[in-house]
C-alpha cells in the first residue's frame, strides 16, 4: 500500500510548515492528486491514520485533481484527464483515449501527490 508511504510524507510536510509558521495545528491540508496515481478511499484513511498525534491530527483533508496531460499514440490526439472520481475507474480513464477509445496512450506528465497548501490556526 504505496497510499502510506504518502500519507506520512504529507504529515510530515504539514507539521513542517506548520512548525515553521509557529502555529498550533493545521485545520485544513489540500492535496494535488493525478488521476490514477492513488486510490481516494485508500489515501482517506492512510492520512487519518499517519495524522493522529501531529499537528494535523485535526485537519481536514481536502483533494483536488491535478490535470494529467495524455497523448494518443493510436489518433495522435493529446488530452486532459482532470475529473477526480473516487471510484479505479480513474486510473482505467487515465488509460484510454477520449478520442478513439484506444489505449496506447502516454502519460506526459508522471502521476503524482502533491501538497498544495495547509490552513495554519496559530
Ligand atoms: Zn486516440
Avoid at 50 to 77: F, G, I, M, W
Amino acid at each position: 500500500m504505496h497510499e502510506y508511504g504518502i500519507a506520512a510524507e504529507l504529515v510530515e510536510a504539514v507539521d513542517q510548515s506548520v512548525r515553521s509558521h509557529q502555529g498550533r495545528r493545521a485545520s485544513k491540508v489540500v492535496v494535488g492528486v493525478s488521476p490514477g496515481a492513488v486510490e481516494e478511499q485508500s489515501l482517506r484513511s492512510a492520512f487519518d491514520e499517519a495524522k493522529r498525534n501531529t499537528c494535523a491530527s485535526e485537519a481536514q483533508l481536502v483533494l483536488e485533481v491535478a490535470p494529467q496531460d495524455v497523448y494518443c499514440l493510436d489518433c495522435e490526439e493529446r488530452f486532459v484527464v482532470g475529473a477526480f472520481e473516487s471510484e479505479s475507474s480513474l486510473a482505467t480513464r487515465a488509460r484510454t483515449c477520449t478520442n478513439c477509445g484506444g489505449t496506447a496512450v502516454l502519460a506526459l506528465n508522471l502521476p503524482g501527490v502533491v501538497l498544495r497548501s495547509v490552513e495554519i490556526e496559530v
